[in-house]
């Protein structure tokens, strides 16, 4: 008999916990999982201005060893367990110029935040994953990790392009003892972030927003979609891969970027 799925209950029951969720792609992630009946942990450095109260905010910086230690504690203490990891912390606050602007300071940064903070808070929840023989990863990555930015970005890509080798190497390991491990590249996201910064660039360069996002779209050398990607598609995504419907799904990278990059 074919199963059947109901889309607005199918993870009922699965607690849920999706790191950088309180805006952008992180925020949308963490809404499509609560509207599919998870019980959603959120986490960040501080609280946003507006939360929904259905979601539960832990503060901690994810970028420390000591952060993680403490959303993994905070989490068993109060749901003493953990169904479903959205890796999606993320982000670059390295200067353009070039490798030679980068510090050291600027790649140990990097590195913690993209590629360190998941592993760390994979190593906290997964030792209860394996022996419930259940659990789903996903880790967030970049198309950065297969098309590098160098001006200024080259350190997150090469943190997000060590998370995507990890992910696919961690996923042979535990897939066999029940647990799914997969990785999700975005392109380009029109999150808040970006929209105010297409405002400004429109702003400094006596341009429109549209002409400034085209400019920005020119740079990522185009989007056969011809737009940016929506929070919502990407969270869409990953609702279907923690879902019991992609239950044969693993160890898979995948990219959601508009057709950005140009080679197979």
């Known amino acids: 008999m074919e199963q ?3 889309f607005n209950s199918e993870l009922s029951g699965k607690i849920a916990l999706v790191t950088g969720g ?3 792609a992180g925020k949308a992630i963490a809404e499509r999982l609560l509207d599919a009946g998870a019980t959603v942990i959120i986490t960040a450095r501080n609280a946003p201005d507006t939360l929904n109260p259905n979601l539960h905010f832990i503060s901690a910086d994810l970028s420390t060893p000591a952060g993680t230690q403490k959303v993994i504690a905070e989490v068993f203490a ?3 367990k953990l169904d479903i ?3 999606n912390l993320g982000g670059s606050e390295t200067l353009g110029g070039g490798f030679a602007m980068l510090t050291d300071e600027d790649w140990e940064k990097s590195l913690q935040t993209n590629l360190l903070a998941p592993v760390r808070l994979d190593k906290g929840f997964l030792p209860h994953m ?3 023989k259940s659990g789903v990863i996903i880790h967030i990555a970049s198309i950065q990790g297969k098309l590098p930015l160098y001006e200024s970005t080259l350190p997150y890509a090469a943190a997000k392009a060590g998370l995507i080798n990890y992910s696919k190497g961690l996923s042979k390991e535990v897939a066999p003892k029940g647990v799914r491990v997969l990785t999700v590249s975005p392109g380009w996201v029109m ?3 970006a929209t105010h910064m297409m405002e400004r660039i429109a702003q400094s360069a006596n341009s429109t927003v549209e002409e400034a996002t085209q400019s920005v779209m020119t740079a990522l050398g185009g989007i056969p979609m011809g737009r940016p990607a929506k929070p919502e598609e990407v969270a869409e995504l990953v609702g279907f891969l ?6 044969y799904l693993t160890g898979t990278e995948y990219v959601i970027d508009g057709g950005t990059i140009p080679t197979i």
Do not use: I, M, W
């Open 85 to 87: 990891l959205v890796n």
């Open 242 to 247: 923690v879902s019991p419907r992609a239950s």
């Open 78 to 80: 109060k749901y003493s």
């Open 191 to 193: 999150t808040t972030a």
């Open 4 to 6: 059947q799925f109901n």
């Open 22 to 24: 309180t805006k952008g």
């Open 130 to 132: 394996l022996a419930q």
